[in-house]
């Protein structure tokens, strides 16, 4: 291309300029007037003048240097709210701490009135030896605590209370008479001391030693709330204790309150992935090994410094740049032009080709042709996504050429093509808007392809299997706020609300506004049952069902819309 016709064409697709107006003009030097082809005030550094290449460094250094202030801010955030959350997980392990150091005199009086000094269980099977000395009425009246069994009783049932550090345990033990008699054992007396002076020592270790010496077949089991089966004994110790019986003290209920509290803080305070964080994304690259494709170059230098009417060098390549189209959060997206055709490019700050590996999905997974070249340049601190017109066609945005409802149904039937080729692939553009997306095509009204230009909050959900909700996705958080999204639907929804929201401001040029109407969610130019011609009633249909998905697949409900669309405007 020669240079008249670079020239030629970077005025036609140049706008007018107002920096040179502060230092460009007329200047006298030795006599004469000359005039300054470029602004050099922009140059000037003191009295010295800086070069052009030395101005895109100081550029370079600024946006560099903005950048690690910015990453610094963050970081440091970060630093002061895991500080905040560590100071209160102490204080909250000191509460706890506290609320179980309980006095043991506190335990005591809790567990009720201390035996009178021992009980013991005999058997009226054993022998007058076995028994105490004395008669049976002087026995019986002394040894007020003994119980004796008969020989048709069926055994033993005993329940012993003891406060462990962490609180009050009870403990049921049941023995039958069974177990003696296969092992040819008499039903000895068996005596546990349960006197005030050994209530925390000595029936913790006699309970101990109980349970170490029990057979296998003997049971045990907590215990319930309820009195109706209660043995005799058992009755007893619960109208002794109330705790026995199975009861809550107020420092296991404290203690029960506080565990379903921290519990609920630590679900809350669990570590959210953000499926659009560059790491997260940096990671699933790897994965799919995106920097052996043939159509990804990789530079050891710096991002170079994009401007409008300027030339940039890619791969040996020479763009022209044009024009800046899109500026967003770290991005800049450019319109210009090569031997080979027009191209769109973005300019991104964060060096994960993320762009690149989702365009390049929903370029192989599409059999149609017309979709564009892409290409992506890596370099230290970004990258360059470059998308070349195939032979014979151009670029267009979205929202250009003369607004008809013909126009804009044709552009309706790529955008619905669009959306369910990204689903098919499992992709999820997640931020649908006219000023991200650009038309590829041959003629003036139907467009061969329309493709986003950004896909900074796009997901691949097959690498991505954690997303399977509307509530993991972020730029889906306002629909669930207003209503209109439940936080469990399928992620393709945010979708079809973002198309919505695309034909709708196509079609009439302002924003959409949601009307519920009998539980059904509408746009509001396109709500009411007045009557109306059959162009209208299809466009209430139209966003009546991408509004009101929930229990219907995406695919169904655009492979529908589709064929109504292509049946009126195709």
Sequence with gaps: MSEQQVVTRSANWSEPSSHLDGGAGLYE?????????????????GREELSFEELRTERLNLRQQQQLDEKLRQLTEVKEQLSEELEYKKRLLLLKKSQQA?????????AGPPAASSFQIYDESQSAAARPAGNSETSQNELVDDVFLGPDERGLCLRVTCPPPGGVVVSELSQTDSVNQNQGLSPAPQHFSHTAADHHGGAAEDLQTLVE?????????????????????????????PLSAGECSPLQEDQENLQNQEDQENQALSPVVDPCDPDVRWRLLDLCDV????????????????EEHS?????????HIYS????GPGFSVFK??????????????????WDFHQSLRLKNSSTAAGFPLISCFLFLDGCITVYT??????FTELTECVPSEASVGYKAVALVTMVSQLHSCRLLHAALQPHLLTCCHRGLLIPDWVFPVDWSSSVDLDLQRDVTSVQQVPSAQDYIGLGLLEPTAPPQLVDLVGLAETVHLLLTNSKMVLKKEGGVWRAEQFSGEEPCDMFSRMWRRFFCSLLNAEGRSSSSILSELKDQLTTLYC
Excluded: F, W
């Excluded at 920097?291 to 994009?306: A, F």
């Excluded at 030339?311 to 763009?319: A, E, K, M």
């Design 29 to 45: 030097q030795g006599g004469a007037n000359q005039v300054s082809a470029y602004c050099k005030g922009l140059l000037m550094r």
């Design 102 to 110: 309980v006095p043991e005199a506190q335990i005591r009086d809790s």
């Design 213 to 241: 010496s029990c057979p296998p077949n003997v049971s045990q089991k907590p215990a319930t709330k309820t009195r109706d089966k209660l043995s005799p004994i058992q009755e007893t110790s619960v109208e002794a204790n």
């Design 291 to 306: 920097t052996s494709s043939p159509d990804l170059c990789s530079e050891s230098r710096p991002l170079p410094v994009v």
């Design 311 to 319: 030339c940039l060098q890619l791969g040996g390549d020479v763009i």
């Design 324 to 327: 800046r189209v899109l500026e």
């Design 336 to 353: 210009g032009a090569t031997e080979d055709g027009y191209v769109v490019l973005k300019v991104d700050g964060c060096s994960a080709p």
């Design 389 to 394: 017109t195939p032979p014979g066609h151009m």
